[in-house]
Structure formats: structure tokens, C-alpha cells
């Protein structure tokens, strides 16, 4: 039988996996509505953004509970510190759906994607897709490998981003409205995927007591 | 005689004010970067975020060990927790000052921002400069007034933020390069603006144990 703490403590990661598949089932359709300029779709992720709010805020309180409540040390600890932090990166994650979305919003009934970047806003929508899926794993399963493995998916979602700015910065030959619209979508994009690593590295450390950067460096 | 305890609580406090300071001299030499197009600014910028960066972590791991060896409740408690979401805010407040240097560099000896958008940008980076010393202040001086004054310089980075892309969305006769630089430049300082709410909304969080926006309702 589990006692209070441990469920407390429990419940603490189980709520970051919710937040986490909630943030990426955002970004999923924030994609589609972009790319299919699917107006229902961006509207559920701009109303959805305030149910994480909440769910950031409640954790975030459940957390300091357990602080003062019962004082964890070790890896107790640095789950309910981590998850004090992560609260804030979800949350966050939350908002550049919501950003997307509202893009999609602006333009809606066009698309905000020209064909001509389409197939680079379609990879990115699967990495950061992917990306969260991973870290909800990650978190889920306590899954060093998969922690590990986010990171190449930055990669190349940073290498997407060059790619997009490059595309502008050479020629472009549709509208500066649609060039500051893809740039900051860009920007969403590769936000959000930055934001899915620093949950992959704070799990890393959170199991290991080890931050990222010395592991990489064994 | 402060006790072991208060000494390490106050030093987490001055690592705050500190750190606040830090990330608002990188703002204004990355703005002087910007406008006056002065490369040994922007490399100190960017070589100073790596020193912020040493600082977060630095507080961090002062803020953990206060946790598991001294058990802080109540307003201490706060404290604590505070500084371990603040010092992830500031880290960040830092990157953005990185990121506005990086582009004055990227575009020396040439100015990034043209005569025409100038004045938005004097005044964003004016705002921005204040908004870093005011909460640098309300950390100081547990000042509850300057924190909610940082909420209406808020305010102005939005409308600054809406004019610039509306200059920009409306028959913009500048570069596509210029546009995208803009567009980006833009966001950061609108982004570093929001840093510093959060951070003004977590000193009053940890002074009252009141959140701001129940705050507002009295």
C-alpha cells in the first residue's frame, strides 16, 4: 500500500504527464488549423489554454504543499522542485500553441502558410509533435534514453528554422505579411521545441542527480 | 546576529537583485548595440549570458539545499520556491538580451532598425530598461507599489510591440530582411517585458502570499 506521500508525490508526476499530453494534443491541432486553415481547431487551442493555466497554478501549489508538508529530500525533492519549474515551462508550451493558433485565427479563411515553406511548417509540426510526446513518455516511464534522444529532435527542429529565415532572407518574393507571419510562427515552433528540452534535461536530472551537460561530458 | 538560516535566505534574495541587475545593464548595452550599431557592446552582452546562466544554476542548487536542509515554511517557503521559478525567468531575460545583441552584430556595421522604426525602438528599449530596475528594486525594498507600476509599463511594450508589426503589415516599403529582423527584435523586447512581469507577480506572490490577480479583484 502506497501512504499519503508517496500518492502526493505520485500525483505530482502524474499531472506533469497530463500537462504534457494536453500541450502536445495543442500543438497537434494548432498545427492542423494552420495548415489546413481549420478555424474549429484553432479555436479549441486558444480556449484550451486556460485549463492549463489552471492545471500549471494547482500544481505549482500542490508542489509548495508537499514542501511544507512533508520536507522530501533526495529525489523526492527533486521531483517536487522540478516540478515546480516544469510547471512553468508547460505553461509556456501552452502559450506558443496558443500563438499558432491565433495566427491561424488572423488569417483564416487563407492559409498562413504559402506552399512554397509548407513542407518545412509540416516537419516542424511532427518534431514538435513528436517532442512532446517524448518528454510525456519520458516522464511517464522514466525513460533516460528517450530524455536523451529530445535533443536530436532540436536539432533538427533549429536546422528548420534556419532553413525558414534563410528562405526569407534570400529573395522572398511573396508579402511581408506573410514573412512576419512566418517568422514568428518559426519562432513558435522552435520556442516550443527549446521548451520540450529543458523538460527532457530537468527528468534527466531529476533521476540521475546529474545535470545534462555533465552527463554528455562521461 | 542573523542566524546561519537568514543569512542563506537573504543571499538568495541578493542573488535575485543581483542576477535582476545583470539581465537589465545586458538590455540596455544590447540596446545601445542595436541603435547605435556598436559592436564591442553586443560581444559583451553576449559574452556576459553565459555568467547569467552560472548564476541561475548557482541559485538554484542554493535554493534546493535551503529546501532539504532548512525546511522553510510559510513566507520563507515562498521565498525559496520563488527564487527557484525567478532565477529560470532571469536566465531567460538574459537570453533575450543575447538574442537582440546577436542580431546588431549580425547586421554590423549597418544599423538593424531603419530611421522610420526608430522611435518605437528607443522607447522599447527605454521601457525595457526601466521595467529591468524597477523589479530589481521591488526585490530590494519589498516594494509592492513599483511591482504593480511594472504591470503598466507592461502595457506600453504591447502597444510599442502592436505599432511596430502594424507598421510592418501595412505597406511596409523596407527589406523583407529588415521586416524579419524587425519582426524578431520586436518579439524579444515584448518577450523581456513579460519576464519582468512575471518576476514583479511572483515578488508580490511571495511578499503576500497573494496571488497578483486576486490582488486586483479587491
Redesign the interface.
Known sequence: MRDSYHEALDSVTDQLVTMMRAVGSMIDRASSALLDADLGKAESVIAQDEDIDALA?ELEER??DL??LQ?P??TD??IV?GA??SS??IERMGDLARHVAKIARMRYPECAVPDSVRPIFVEMAAEASLMAARVGDVIADQNLALALEVETLDDRMDDLNVQL?HT??SG?TGS??Q??DL??LS?FYERYADHAVSMARRIVYTMTGT?YDELEKR
Open positions: 497554478l508542489a509548495t514542501l511544507a520536507q529530500v533526495a525533492l527533486r522542485t515546480l519549474r512553468a515551462t529565415l526569407l532572407l522572398w511581408v505579411d514573412a512576419v517568422t514568428l519562432r545535470r
